[in-house]
């Protein structure tokens, strides 16, 4: 089996007991993210949605490189890859924003 | 409570802000965002807050600036290019020190976290915006992610 790192995102270092990255086995980053989420209940839920697939706003590097530009969460890997959770991170102004300032 | 006339959501609370959180940024740094928002106007700026977190503060120790990705309406929207938080993940790793926050501004609106920045807010950090127009920043405020709204934090220097 596949030994890879997970870096945990500071808002999710809660499951983990505050640790930033943790070790996890498995061949696809799908199995790793399972060993992943068997380690630490209920970390997974906060990462993948209820069919199995990223967050909306989540998402998952393996190095340098975005997931989804791989083969999603069944892309393969290497001994000593690291896998990143990098939660996106985004807003704005809306018309709610106007409305709640008065 | 603070009413989306829309979805009816609460989007942050004044009644139950507590000010037990801080956010800690030195003068310098609210200097450099302030500069950045100016810089950015009439377009949103974005970027991340690294430091340590302490209890209920979070200490700024420097500021980054990222990509926005919503080019097609950079005025009204930031998404943070994930290439520029993987960098500052990585810095903040080099220097014993984490992410504490993000940073952005509104222009042309008050400095209120919106139903947008509530959907896509995350616990632990603080959320710091800027108020930005045509005469400079009017106003910083930082907020955190309680339950399910916002609460207002205390700035401190």
Request: aromatic share 6%; proline share 5%; hydrophobic share 40%.
């Amino acid at each position: 089996m596949t030994m890879v790192t997970i870096r945990i995102p500071t808002p999710l270092r809660g499951y983990t007991g505050g640790r930033d990255e943790v070790e996890a086995a498995g061949d696809t980053v799908a199995e790793a993210l399972a060993a992943l989420g068997a380690a630490h209940e209920g970390l997974l839920e906060r990462v993948l949605g209820p069919e199995g697939e990223p967050r909306q706003f989540v998402n998952l590097f393996v190095g340098e490189r975005n997931v989804r530009q791989l083969d999603g969460l069944g892309t393969r890997l290497q001994t000593g890859d690291v896998i990143a959770i990098v939660p996106a991170v985004a807003g704005g102004n809306d018309e709610c924003e106007g409305k709640a300032a008065g | 409570m603070n009413l989306c006339s829309r979805c009816g959501s609460n989007v942050y609370s004044e009644e139950n802000a507590t000010v037990s959180r801080i956010l800690r940024i030195p003068d310098v740094l609210r200097a450099r965002l302030k500069a950045w928002a100016c810089t950015s106007y009439p377009h949103e700026a974005c970027g991340l807050l690294i430091g340590r977190s302490v209890g209920a503060c979070n200490a700024v120790v420097d500021v980054r600036q990222a990509r926005n990705l919503r080019t097609e309406r950079a005025h009204d929207r930031y998404e943070i290019d994930p290439q520029d938080f993987l960098a500052a993940d990585r810095d903040a790793r080099h220097r014993h020190l984490e992410l504490v926050g993000v940073w952005h501004t509104h222009p042309d609106h008050p400095a209120r976290p919106s139903s947008t920045d509530l959907a896509a807010a995350w616990p632990q950090w603080s959320y710091v915006i800027l108020a930005v127009g045509q005469a400079g920043v009017s106003e910083m405020t930082s907020w955190r992610l309680a339950d399910t709204a916002f609460e207002q934090e205390e700035i401190q220097s």
